[in-house]
């Protein structure tokens, strides 16, 4: 699952046993769960206490005893396809056609597929609970000829292809409402009160969602009912009764003791995979305390520090982030061992590998969200800057250049060539794991020909190569002559034809046959481009792309909370000065970052919030993470300014900067 050396212990020791441990909660939940719906499926108002009696008989059987075993091996599955796919950033398609290319991978092909057969097997258990009429699949029945033959249980199967329908259906929801995404809780509680306080949304969501599932289920079996019944009887040798009605009609389906039981069985195979992933959420985000620095050597990969810093998987970068989060609120010894120097030598190892890591976080984000507005503003075209703007880059470069050692992605960063601003990078990746959902498709029929210029490799004889410097300041190559134009505006004379080299030779032109299917090409893409059906599928969705952008922005909202927390601490616990030093980078980055946060909200669809849903297992806190680093970002400065007060004037930064300072300390930002 993880292919690095140093993770594989975080997963061995941590995340497999915690994941093992909510299995086994949910397989412990089982019992009081299978004996509420054999309840209320078997109950009777007439003969209550009879009812009763034959319930407890049938849970004290052999054949309920093997049902239940049945039911754990469900929950290990189910247990095992949480551990699988789960994930803390979740994937936000900024599309109709990413959404459709995600629900058509074949890896989610298999997970539909083993949610299809669990399903059937939960069904085939709700139905030899139910008993009656819907207990086997074949049952004797007498024809016109008076001949005994084995006829088709209707009642059963439908049962059965109701639970493959809410397996397959669950399957796709999770895809399109990012259901195995894991999200971290801001107040931390006990494991046995958030699950407490999550059981009613559970039982509401496995009730609603059943709803839905049977009343589609209905849809599609009264159209294609046929199909499976006819498959199941020849397959099986069995024959139809013709003395009953057949169910994919609508007087067969208007039995409401039949829609009760499909509802009260979907009801309970949702219940149940629903407290699994519960279980398996609370577990997996508990608080986990790393050593700050640890006594021996080879535990060191143990340690805050170098966890931080070494590329981790996602979820242990995560934990990491939040107990450094934690840490520097509520544990004074903790925060000591943060500002201590290392012995001998004498240096602030802990401080320097910490605040880089999470100045390199704010840093990232903030180069992501100046190209995403570069791309949005110019639709694809290049834009020059202004005088003020080159001289407002050049001051942020000065002001930040003390500190390239420990904050190596500074502001000048930020504006990088156009072949790193719009790179792709892969989805997940340790370092920038959203810079793809923002970035252009350019094989898409719409992308624009000088979005694909800016996009191109840079060559080593082009003026951008070996810099790092604005895409929109090009620094001209030194002229070997002079135009006529720039004569006459200098004022010199023209120059004489034997002062004039030769021209350079033309490119070659491409052959016939690339030009021709280059045309083609291009008449393929206008032709499609017209087309209603392929916009729809390819025109941006409102708000994903702003979603994508701080889809993982829940680690950024950590680091801004540690440092300040940090900062503010080391007023009065910093023996040694060794924040005071990283002061200025560190203003100076949350201060970048809060104007570039300003100008996307500016965008459109930016500050629209998104609806919440109280009906779903979904977990939608990422569509307003944006909202939460804004206010992240502004309390982390006024928490520093704060309580420095006056002594941040004699903080080296750049005259923008200490404008801005300003305002924070006279509460006018």
């Given at each position: 699952?993880?292919?690095?050396?140093?993770?594989?212990?975080?997963?061995?020791?941590?995340?497999?046993?915690?994941?093992?441990?909510?299995?086994?909660?949910?397989?412990?939940?089982?019992?009081?769960?299978?004996?509420?719906?054999?309840?209320?499926?078997?109950?009777?108002?007439?003969?209550?206490?009879?009812?009763?009696?034959?319930?407890?008989?049938?849970?004290?059987?052999?054949?309920?005893?093997?049902?239940?075993?049945?039911?754990?091996?469900?929950?290990?599955?189910?247990?095992?396809?949480?551990?699988?796919?789960?994930?803390?950033?979740?994937?936000?398609?900024?599309?109709?056609?990413?959404?459709?290319?995600?629900?058509?991978?074949?890896?989610?092909?298999?997970?539909?597929?083993?949610?299809?057969?669990?399903?059937?097997?939960?069904?085939?258990?709700?139905?030899?609970?139910?008993?009656?009429?819907?207990?086997?699949?074949?049952?004797?029945?007498?024809?016109?000829?008076?001949?005994?033959?084995?006829?088709?249980?209707?009642?059963?199967?439908?049962?059965?292809?109701?639970?493959?329908?809410?397996?397959?259906?669950?399957?796709?929801?999770?895809?399109?409402?990012?259901?195995?995404?894991?999200?971290?809780?801001?107040?931390?509680?006990?494991?046995?009160?958030?699950?407490?306080?999550?059981?009613?949304?559970?039982?509401?969501?496995?009730?609603?969602?059943?709803l839905y599932s049977v009343r589609n289920f209905i849809?599609?079996?009264?159209?294609?009912?046929?199909?499976?019944?006819?498959?199941?009887?020849?397959?099986?040798?069995?024959?139809?009764?013709?003395?009953?009605?057949?169910?994919?009609?609508?007087?067969?389906?208007?039995?409401?003791?039949?829609?009760?039981?499909?509802?009260?069985?979907?009801?309970?195979?949702?219940?149940?995979?629903?407290?699994?992933?519960?279980?398996?959420?609370?577990?997996?985000?508990?608080?986990?305390?790393?050593?700050?620095?640890?006594?021996?050597?080879?535990?060191?990969?143990?340690?805050?520090?170098?966890?931080?810093?070494?590329?981790?998987?996602?979820?242990?970068?995560?934990?990491?982030?939040?107990?450094?989060?934690?840490?520097?609120?509520?544990?004074?010894?903790?925060?000591?061992?943060?500002?201590?120097?290392?012995?001998?030598?004498?240096?602030?190892?802990?401080?320097?590998?910490?605040?880089?890591?999470?100045?390199?976080?704010?840093?990232?984000?903030?180069?992501?969200?100046?190209?995403?507005?570069?791309?949005?503003?110019?639709?694809?075209?290049?834009?020059?800057?202004?005088?003020?703007?080159?001289?407002?880059?050049?001051?942020?470069?000065?002001?930040?250049?003390?500190?390239?050692?420990?904050?190596?992605?500074?502001?000048?960063?930020?504006?990088?060539?156009?072949?790193?601003?719009?790179?792709?990078?892969?989805?997940?990746?340790?370092?920038?794991?959203?810079?793809?959902?923002?970035?252009?498709?350019?094989?898409?029929?719409?992308?624009?020909?000088?979005?694909?210029?800016?996009?191109?490799?840079?060559?080593?004889?082009?003026?951008?190569?070996?810099?790092?410097?604005?895409?929109?300041?090009?620094?001209?190559?030194?002229?070997?002559?002079?135009?006529?134009?720039?004569?006459?505006?200098?004022?010199?004379?023209?120059?004489?034809?034997?002062?004039?080299?030769?021209?350079?030779?033309?490119?070659?032109?491409?052959?016939?046959?690339?030009?021709?299917?280059?045309?083609?090409?291009?008449?393929?893409?206008?032709?499609?481009?017209?087309?209603?059906?392929?916009?729809?599928?390819?025109?941006?969705?409102?708000?994903?792309?702003?979603?994508?952008?701080?889809?993982?922005?829940?680690?950024?909202?950590?680091?801004?909370?540690?440092?300040?927390?940090l900062v503010r601490a080391s007023f009065s616990e910093?023996?040694?000065?060794?924040?005071?030093?990283?002061?200025?980078?560190?203003?100076?980055?949350?201060?970048?970052?809060?104007?570039?946060?300003?100008?996307?909200?500016?965008?459109?669809?930016?500050?629209?919030?998104?609806?919440?849903?109280?009906?779903?297992?979904?977990?939608?806190?990422?569509?307003?993470?944006?909202?939460?680093?804004?206010?992240?970002?502004?309390?982390?400065?006024?928490?520093?300014?704060?309580?420095?007060?006056?002594?941040?004037?004699?903080?080296?930064?750049?005259?923008?900067?200490?404008?801005?300072?300003?305002?924070?300390?006279?509460?006018?930002?």
């Open positions: 699952m993880f292919s690095t050396e140093q993770s594989c212990w975080f997963i061995r020791k941590v995340i497999c046993w915690r994941a093992a441990a909510s299995t086994a909660w949910a397989v412990m939940l089982l019992p009081p769960t299978t004996a509420v719906f054999v309840l209320l499926s078997r109950f009777s108002l007439l003969h209550p206490i009879q009812s009763i009696s034959e319930c407890l008989t049938l849970l004290a059987s052999a054949c309920a005893i093997f049902s239940f075993i049945l039911l754990c091996g469900v929950i290990l599955v189910v247990g095992f396809l949480n551990l699988e796919y789960y994930t803390v950033i979740p994937t936000v398609a900024c599309s109709k056609i990413a959404l459709l290319g995600q629900l058509l991978h074949p890896q989610q092909f298999v997970n539909s597929l083993v949610h299809s057969v669990t399903g059937i097997i939960v069904a085939w258990f709700c139905a030899v609970t139910i008993g009656f009429r819907y207990e086997t699949l074949g049952h004797p029945c007498t024809q016109s000829d008076d001949f005994p033959q084995m006829c088709l249980n209707e009642y059963h199967l439908i049962l059965l292809l109701a639970g493959a329908f809410v397996g397959f259906s669950h399957s796709l929801l999770g895809v399109m409402h990012n259901m195995n995404y894991v999200s971290f809780h801001t107040a931390q509680q006990y494991k046995y009160l958030r699950f407490k306080g999550s059981l009613p949304l559970v039982m509401k969501c496995s009730a609603t969602q059943a849809v599609v079996y009264f159209f294609l009912g046929y199909v499976p019944r006819a498959w199941i009887c020849k397959t099986l040798n069995l024959h139809l009764n013709s003395s009953v009605h057949p169910l994919d009609s609508i007087a067969g389906l208007l039995d409401l003791s039949l829609l009760y039981h499909l509802w009260l069985s979907a009801t309970f195979l949702l219940f149940t995979w629903y407290i699994t992933l519960l279980l398996f959420r609370i577990f997996v985000t508990e608080v986990y305390s790393f050593p700050v620095q640890s006594p021996f050597t080879d535990d060191d990969v143990h340690s805050l520090s170098k966890v931080l810093t070494d590329k981790q998987p996602m979820i242990l970068k995560f934990l990491a982030l939040q107990d450094m989060a934690l840490l520097s609120q509520h544990s004074p010894s903790r925060r000591c061992e943060v500002f201590s120097l290392s012995q001998p030598g004498g240096h602030p190892h802990n401080w320097n590998a910490i605040s880089k890591e999470c100045l390199s976080l704010l840093a990232d984000l903030t180069q992501r969200l100046v190209a995403y507005h570069d791309t949005v503003a110019t639709n694809g075209r290049a834009k020059c800057l202004s005088t003020g703007s080159e001289r407002k880059l050049s001051s942020e470069t000065s002001a930040t250049s003390g500190t390239e050692d420990l904050m190596s992605p500074r502001p000048a960063f930020l504006m990088r060539t156009p072949a790193s601003v719009f790179a792709r990078s892969v989805v997940g990746g340790p370092q920038s794991p959203l810079t793809a959902p923002f970035t252009p498709d350019l094989d898409s029929p719409f992308s624009s020909p000088a979005l694909r210029r800016l996009t191109a490799p840079v060559e080593q004889c082009s003026p951008w190569h070996g810099t790092a410097q604005s895409p929109h300041i090009m620094r001209r190559a030194p002229k070997l002559w002079s135009t006529a134009t720039d004569s006459q505006v200098s004022g010199s004379p023209p120059p004489s034809p034997a002062s004039v080299p030769s021209p350079k030779q033309e490119p070659s032109k491409p052959s016939f046959l690339a030009q021709f299917l280059q045309n083609r090409k291009d008449q393929v893409k206008n032709f499609l481009a017209k087309r209603a059906l392929i916009m729809y599928l390819f025109n941006k969705l409102p708000e994903a792309s702003s979603q994508a952008l701080f889809a993982d922005s829940q680690a950024h909202i950590w680091a801004l909370e540690g440092l300040s927390y910093d023996q040694f000065g060794v924040v005071q030093t990283m002061l200025p980078s560190i203003l100076s980055c949350m201060l970048v970052l809060q104007e570039a946060v300003d100008r996307h909200f500016k965008l459109p669809h930016a500050s629209s919030k998104p609806a919440r849903s109280t009906s779903s297992m979904a977990d939608s806190t990422y569509k307003t993470l944006r909202f939460a680093v804004r206010a992240t970002l502004k309390t982390a400065i006024y928490r520093i300014t704060t309580t420095f007060g006056d002594h941040l004037k004699a903080v080296q930064v750049s005259a923008e900067h200490r404008k801005r300072l300003q305002q924070f300390l006279e509460y006018k930002e």
